[in-house]
């Protein structure tokens, strides 16, 4: 981003009244006319406009104005800004290298396969691509999808961990929670046929069946006399 002269007539306004820069240094440094500083300083132009001091802003020393003063060919140079402030980043899909855009569709089929809460807004966001494209992915109509492979996007440096994540969370959002395991209910029709303790009190019942013990008992008492007799 080029260094650029903030408020150039406020600050030419500033010049005329402090210094004794020439019209000619004033207006090449403030990219006005000289003719439009003559006016300013005649009160002509510019009136109403409070000057500011380029030296208070951090984009012309002491020692520069004191250098034009004293040779009247001096040209004024701007001060390199102590502070940079960064460009606003452009809204829109995420931009991709040329070298990168090839892996593309891999990453599209990925996410698809592996995330499928994920709507074509989010997946567009995290790889850089069209709707259009994502669609022709998702139903096999795309023009390679014979050759396509899943591939991780996170690991082809298409987007990063963190804000695959986030993607995640939000798709996940208003989602029913999958059933644990073990939890699955049984249906109504088999649950009213039950009793607790149905299959158990039936497994005790054949072993404490009191006629079967007697039975037993007696087979072996005669058994017994059977014996003492011989």
């Not at 009244?17 to 009160?43: R, Y």
């Not at 020393?61 to 060919?73: L, Y």
């Not at 940079?84 to 990453?107: C, F, H, I, M, W």
Request: charged share 30%; glycine share 6%.
């Amino acid at each position: 981003m080029a260094n650029t002269l903030l408020m150039p007539k406020a600050t030419a306004v500033w010049l005329v009244d402090n210094t004794a820069l020439s019209f000619d240094q004033i207006a090449q440094f403030c990219s006005l006319h000289p003719l439009e500083v003559k006016a300013i300083a005649d009160g002509e132009s510019a009136q109403g406009i409070k000057g500011m001091d380029p030296i208070m802003t951090g984009q012309l020393s002491r020692e520069e104005i004191a250098r034009g003063e004293k040779d009247v060919n001096h040209r004024l140079k701007l001060l390199d800004p102590k502070v940079r402030v960064p460009e606003s980043k452009r809204k829109g899909p995420r931009y991709t290298p040329l070298s990168k855009r090839q892996d593309r569709p891999n990453a599209i089929l990925w996410l698809v396969k592996n995330h499928p809460e994920l709507k074509d807004a989010q997946i567009s966001r995290l790889v850089g691509t069209t709707k259009a494209t994502i669609e022709q992915i998702r139903e096999r109509k795309h023009w390679n999808s014979a050759n396509l492979v899943p591939m991780d996007p996170v690991t082809l440096g298409l987007c990063s961990q963190i804000d695959l994540d986030i993607e995640v969370q939000r798709a996940s959002r208003g989602q029913p929670a999958a059933p644990a395991a073990g939890d699955t209910l049984l249906p109504a029709s088999m649950t009213e046929r039950l009793e607790p303790g149905d299959e158990a009190a039936a497994e005790e019942d054949k072993e404490l069946d009191a006629d079967a013990v007697f039975a037993k008992l007696s087979s072996l008492k005669g058994r017994e006399a059977d014996e003492d007799e011989e």
